[in-house]
């Protein structure tokens, strides 16, 4: 069972009397939302072509790249990190629904904003205290090609950065609406309980 569309929900939350237009920075998670995913599908693009190359450099010609796998390392986290935050945003982060159901509309909005200030308040603990780290790192070059290492501890700034923003804008949202926001989720709960009785 589907859910409405994240996109479709960043510019207006239903409401029980109606439809009512969400604030402005609804839309700035949704451009966000889709830069990270034009990423995410690009760095994916770079690590296929990459270890393609390296495959067909290697049995072809026998002399594979000293610099593929490196590339395609730094791709991987930089994709990791940026679909991460893209799931945040659409909301599609593996979840327990054991208190929320149980609540009002009301309760529910508490509930979320509780967690985007959690989720908020880590990924920026986690990003303060690690840039330190990262200038430190950024004087060292990788082995192959010498980019710094600031570029690969980076991407889990960046990426925490992100997620941050998603959780603070999410939480806008709700105490602005006064409601849960509805994201583009996938609920399996109907196959999960028909596989329960038949056993599987």
Same mark, same amino acid.
């Given at each position: 069972m589907h859910q409405s569309d994240y996109n479709q929900t960043a510019a207006t939350v239903a409401s029980d009397s109606g439809t009512v237009h969400a604030p402005p920075f609804a839309q700035c998670a949704r451009w966000m939302s889709i830069a990270e995913q034009t990423l995410a599908a690009l760095f994916l693009f770079l690590i296929v072509s990459t270890m393609g190359a390296q495959v067909f450099a290697r049995y072809f010609f026998g002399a594979p790249f000293s610099w593929s796998e490196e590339v395609a390392r730094l791709a991987l986290i930089w994709m990791t990190f940026m679909a991460a935050a893209?799931?945040?945003?659409?909301?599609?982060?593996?979840?327990?629904?054991?208190? +929320?159901?149980?609540? @009002?509309?009301?309760?529910?909005?508490?509930?979320? @904003?509780? @967690?985007?200030?959690?989720?908020?308040?880590?990924?920026?603990?986690?990003?303060?205290?690690?840039?330190?780290?990262?200038?430190?790192?950024?004087?060292?070059? +990788?082995? +192959?090609? !010498?980019?710094?290492? +600031?570029?690969?501890?980076?991407?889990?700034?960046?990426?925490?950065?992100?997620?941050?923003?998603? @959780?603070?804008?999410?939480?806008?949202?709700?105490?602005?609406? !006064?409601?849960?926001?509805?994201?583009?989720?996938?609920?399996?709960?109907?196959?999960?309980?028909l596989e329960l009785e038949r056993g599987e």
């Open positions: 893209f799931v945040m945003g659409e909301g599609r982060h593996i979840t327990v629904d054991v208190l +929320s159901h149980r609540l @009002s509309i009301r309760g529910q909005a508490w509930l979320e @904003s509780l @967690s985007h200030v959690i989720v908020a308040g880590t990924c920026l603990l986690l990003l303060f205290g690690g840039m330190r780290f990262v200038w430190y790192v950024g004087k060292v070059g +990788s082995p +192959s090609l !010498g980019i710094p290492m +600031s570029w690969w501890y980076g991407a889990v700034g960046i990426g925490l950065l992100m997620m941050a923003v998603h @959780s603070i804008v999410n939480l806008l949202q709700v105490l602005a609406t !006064g409601r849960p926001t509805v994201h583009n989720a996938i609920v399996e709960e109907e196959g999960f309980h």
